[in-house]
Each structure stands twice: as C-alpha cells, then as structure tokens.
T-cell receptor
Framework: SAVISQKPSRDICQRGTSLTIQCQVD?????MFWYRQQPGQSLTLIAT?????????ESGFVIDKFPISRPNLTFSTLTVSNMSPEDSSIYLC?????????FGPGTRLTVL | DAKTTQPPSMDCAEGRAANLPCNHS???????VYWYRQIHSQGPQYIIH???NNETNEMASLIITEDRKSSTLILPHATLRDTAVYYC?????????????FGQGTTLQVKP
C-alpha cells in the first residue's frame, strides 16, 4: 500500500493570502492527484501531477489559482492562491499504487 | 459529469447486510467501477473494484449486472463502524490509469 501524509492537516487563512499544501508519499509514484471537497460535497479532481512535467488541470481549475509542483517521485505541493471564502474546502492528495488509488488524510482549509 | 447515481442515504441494522445500489448506465466497456468510503474528516478508503465479474474481498462483495449498467456493494454484516459516506465511482478511461469521477455518494447509517 501507499502511505500518504499531508501538511498542514488544517489551517485558517485570511482572504487574499495563499497557502501551500504538501503531500508526501512513502514510495515512488508516477502520478499524483489533487482533489477538492467542498463542504457537504463529493470530491472533484483539480489536477494530475507527473514528475518532470507540467500538471494537467481539469475544467474549471487554472494554474494561476492552483499552482502545483512535483519536484520528485514522492512529493508534491498544491498552492491555493489569493484565497476567498469560496476556497474553504478539504484538499486531498491521491496516488496510484497496487492498481488502485490511495488518498491522503486531507487538509481542511477555512478562509475568513 | 458524474457517471454514477446513488441514493443519498440509507439505514441498516447492525449485524444485517447492507446493500448499496449504484447506477452507471453510461459506463464504457473498459471502465472499472470502484467503491470507496469516507468516514467523517478522513480521506476516502478503498473498499473494492471490478470490471464485469462479481468480486469479493475481506471487506465487501461487489455485484455487477451483466449489462454493467448498475452494481451493488454488499457489506455482509454491518457494524456501527461502517457508518460512512459510500462512493460508487467510475474510472474514466482505460484500465488503471483513468480519472476517478466521484458521484454524490450514499450516507449509510448503521443503527444498533
């Protein structure tokens, strides 16, 4: 299996600021995925991050708002830029291992 | 563009089987069905997945209809710890590299 950790686990931020979320995996993986889960809602894929290439964003998500880094095969970051209260969500990292996706514990973000 | 439809909520008595239905009438021939569950404030946990044959593991059974347009997740002896949101997910694209498209999920309440 893949063990995924995320930092921070939660944060409360002011409008207009940015937050960078870290995702660490205990094994090397090709693809890492970032999801958003708005309050009371299901998960929505933000982007797919491959090591050594630009992230691929889903419809409705743009790089300027959610820049992603993937410096190596075990680590990725997602930045939520110029935050507004509408960005209050749980952000989850996911990787593929043993032919199935594994999810991190999530980062609960509240924007005031 | 969720590809699955689930009842929003279900109740089940402790010790009884929980049968969670899912419709995925637009599924393509090479797209897998995955089931995950999410206990409050945690990342989704893998349960089971399948393509066209019924599957069973230590957690649950997955019954997929012959036309693949629907499936049922069976928890054989539900416990209070099985109370969670259950997501039926179609993996879009081929094999194990496609995107997960989450539906809205079923909130299962196991009652004593």
């Amino acid at each position: 299996s893949a063990v995924i950790s995320q930092k921070p686990s939660r944060d409360i931020c002011q409008r207009g600021t940015s937050l960078t979320i870290q995702c660490q995996v205990d094994s090397q993986v090709t693809m890492m995925f970032w999801y958003r889960q708005q309050p009371g809602q299901s998960l929505t894929l933000i982007a797919t991050a491959n090591q050594g290439s630009e992230a691929t964003y889903e419809s409705g998500f743009v790089i300027d708002k959610f820049p992603i880094s993937r410096p190596n095969l075990t680590f990725s970051t997602l930045t939520v830029s110029n935050m507004s209260p509408e960005d209050s969500s749980i952000y989850l990292c996911s990787v593929e291992a043993l032919n199935r996706p594994f999810f991190g514990p999530g980062t609960r973000l509240t924007v005031l | 563009d969720a590809k699955t439809t689930q009842p929003p909520s279900m109740d089940c008595a402790e010790g009884r089987a929980a049968n969670l239905p899912c419709n995925h009438s637009t599924i393509s021939g090479n797209e897998y069905v995955y089931w995950y569950r999410q206990i409050h404030s945690q990342g989704p946990q893998y349960i089971i997945h399948g393509l066209k044959n019924n599957e069973t593991n230590e957690m649950a059974s997955l019954i997929i209809t012959e036309d693949r347009k629907s499936s049922t997740l069976i928890l054989p002896h539900a416990t209070l710890r099985d109370t969670a949101v259950y997501y039926c997910i179609v993996r879009v694209g081929s094999g194990n590299t496609g995107k997960l498209i989450f539906g809205q999920g079923t909130t299962l309440q196991v009652k004593p």
